[in-house]
């Protein structure tokens, strides 16, 4: 628990640093003009597409007639933007983490083990394309299970619960492994990853939760319309912020844990060399 404590709050006080701010704006303008681009493509055409299944909708139907009768009918020009927005920000938020995974965290880790560890040894335990794949693997397995648990979101406890969840094991799988994989050998990360488990995966879900945060600021672009242009760029700006945070607190923890497995090698190796006493030592150390 010390441990993930002091990683936590490392990593809070690096995010004020100038240099973690400017590296969170450039995976900002990859991720706007990507979103601007799709926006400007096809927000029109799947506007009218939601509208579309909606009206044509009976359940939906009888629902709008119940809000005007509830004087509430405005809600329905506001419901085909939300239901884009609340779509299209899962694969927003999949897009930060793989640019903040790709660009940012190896040189976060740099830093972190330039001013903490420098005389950590790197190892070399996986290469960049490794890293890539990895993250391919991973994400393509979380998008499987944000498809999947879609119908699930409307049960009103689980929408809080599912998307962070699945976001957290993306987050765990992806930042621990690029924590590690300059200065940990093969074998190192996997007795990291086996050890610290339920750490490492308590912090990917609460990076989850917190990168969920920043959907209320881009929700609320569809209520007001004319901020959305400014309120979109600060939730991804946010969510990079968030993911910077995530891919410190990994950082300083895995490096952390990494120098400590070591030293505990280290000992290990120490005591298995010493040459134990022969019996004659010890019986003339026993006599007076």
């Known amino acids: 628990m010390s441990l993930l404590l002091d990683s936590f709050w490392r990593a809070a006080a690096y995010c004020l640093r100038p240099r973690v701010i400017v590296l969170s704006l450039l995976p900002l303008v990859l991720v706007i003009g990507l979103t601007v681009g799709l926006g400007y493509l096809f927000w029109d055409a799947?506007?009218?597409?939601?509208?579309?299944?909606?009206?044509?909708?009976?359940?939906?139907?009888?629902?709008?007639?119940?809000?005007?009768s509830m004087g509430l009918g405005r809600i329905k020009t506001v419901l085909a933007p939300l239901i884009i927005i609340f779509t299209v920000t899962p694969v927003i938020v999949v897009v930060s983490l793989l640019v903040v995974a790709l660009l940012m965290t190896p040189v976060l880790v740099?830093?972190?083990?330039?001013?903490?560890?420098?005389?950590?040894?790197?190892?070399?335990?996986?290469?960049?394309?490794?890293?890539?794949?990895?993250?391919?693997?991973?994400?393509?397995?979380?998008?499987?299970a944000l498809v999947i648990s879609i119908p699930l979101w409307f049960v009103p406890p689980l929408v809080l619960v599912l998307p962070p969840l699945i976001w957290g094991w993306l987050t765990y799988r992806v930042m621990a492994f690029d924590a590690m994989a300059a200065h940990a050998s093969v074998d190192e990360r996997r007795t990291i990853l086996r050890r610290h488990r339920p750490q490492l995966m308590g912090m990917g879900v609460l990076a989850g939760y917190l990168g969920a945060a920043p959907s209320l600021v881009w929700a609320s672009g569809a209520?007001?319309?004319?901020?959305?242009?400014?309120?979109?760029?600060?939730?991804?700006?946010?969510?990079?912020?968030?993911?910077?945070?995530?891919?410190?607190?990994?950082?300083?923890?895995?490096?952390?844990?990494?120098?400590?497995?070591?030293?505990?090698?280290?000992?290990?190796?120490?005591?298995?060399?010493?040459?134990l006493p022969e019996a004659s030592t010890l019986v003339s150390m026993e006599q007076p």
């Open 110 to 144: 740099q830093l972190v083990a330039l001013r903490r560890f420098p005389a950590l040894q790197e190892r070399n335990g996986a290469s960049f394309l490794h890293s890539v794949a990895w993250a391919l693997g991973s994400t393509a397995l979380a998008l499987v």
């Open 46 to 68: 799947a506007l009218d597409q939601v509208r579309l299944v909606l009206d044509s909708s009976t359940f939906v139907n009888n629902g709008w007639a119940w809000l005007d």
């Open 223 to 275: 209520f007001f319309p004319p901020w959305f242009v400014f309120l979109a760029p600060l939730a991804i700006w946010i969510y990079t912020l968030v993911f910077a945070f995530s891919s410190l607190w990994f950082a300083h923890y895995c490096l952390a844990a990494l120098a400590n497995l070591r030293r505990e090698q280290g000992a290990s190796e120490v005591a298995a060399t010493t040459p």
